[in-house]
């Protein structure tokens, strides 16, 4: 089974630049959750979708993060313009939804690291 | 709003000992708790959960026990790997996986 997959692994911009980050779920997964985990500190909950609706995106910072779930499948995570406390690894995990999956399990990817100079 | 708390940054052990993590928690509501590990590069990957209703819960090397009174959790592991030497994170949800609530790490090395 293919697990979560992220693009791009890294990526360095200037402050006020743009950035987007991809992910891919393990395929029917219907929960995908975007977390930032800034150095030092443990992964904090962005926004989760259920299928292409969100649940959760209490902590997104919405004038200037924007995340969607086209389709229920892949998701993208946009930053516009981008801070210098922004830079932190970006995590995308899904899970099989509210009605499955094994006592609560996110599956991670492997992270796309953002700096911003 | 630090709901999980890991307040260990580092922990060092002799190959064969024992590793005992913590975790303490303020959110009663919280009804699962899991274990996650990461290496570096990597994302988190999961380790062992226990739910609310139970006090301890256990997998081969590793156990967890949960202290619902003193809003606390360990994680055991007996004996202690080099391979097991990653950085541990504890997380806490509230409504199966709902808004999982993470620690900020714990790193642990087992010294050969």
């Known amino acids: 089974e293919a697990g979560v997959a992220q693009s791009p692994r890294y990526k360095i911009i200037e402050k006020r630049q743009s950035v987007a980050f991809w992910c891919n779920p393990i395929?029917?997964?219907?929960?995908l959750y975007w977390y930032q985990q800034i150095l030092g500190q443990g992964p904090k909950l962005l926004i989760q979708f259920q299928n292409n609706g969100v649940v959760d995106d209490s902590q997104l910072p919405k004038d200037r993060f924007s995340a969607e779930r086209l389709k229920g499948v892949d998701s993208t995570l946009k930053i516009q313009p981008a801070k210098l406390e922004d830079s932190a690894v970006y995590l995308c995990?899904?899970?099989?939804?509210?009605?499955?999956?094994?006592?609560?399990?996110?599956?991670f990817g492997e992270g796309s690291r953002l700096t911003v100079l | 709003d630090q709901q999980v708390k890991q307040n260990s940054p580092s922990l060092s052990v002799q190959e064969g000992r024992i590793s005992i993590l913590n975790c303490d928690y303020t959110n009663s509501m919280f009804d699962y708790f899991l274990w996650y590990k990461k290496y570096p590069a990597e994302g988190p990957t999961f380790l062992i959960s226990?739910?609310?209703?139970?006090d301890k819960n256990e997998d081969g090397r590793f156990t967890v026990f949960l202290n619902k009174s003193a809003k606390h959790l360990s994680l055991h592991i007996v004996p202690s790997q080099p391979g097991d030497s990653a950085v541990y994170f504890c997380a806490a949800s509230g409504d199966y996986n709902n808004d999982m609530r993470f620690g900020a790490g714990t790193r642990l090395t087992v010294k050969p």
């Open positions: 226990i739910s609310s209703i139970k």
């Open positions: 395929s029917g997964h219907a929960t």
């Open positions: 995990a899904s899970s099989p939804g509210l009605a499955g999956g094994r006592s609560g399990e996110l599956f």
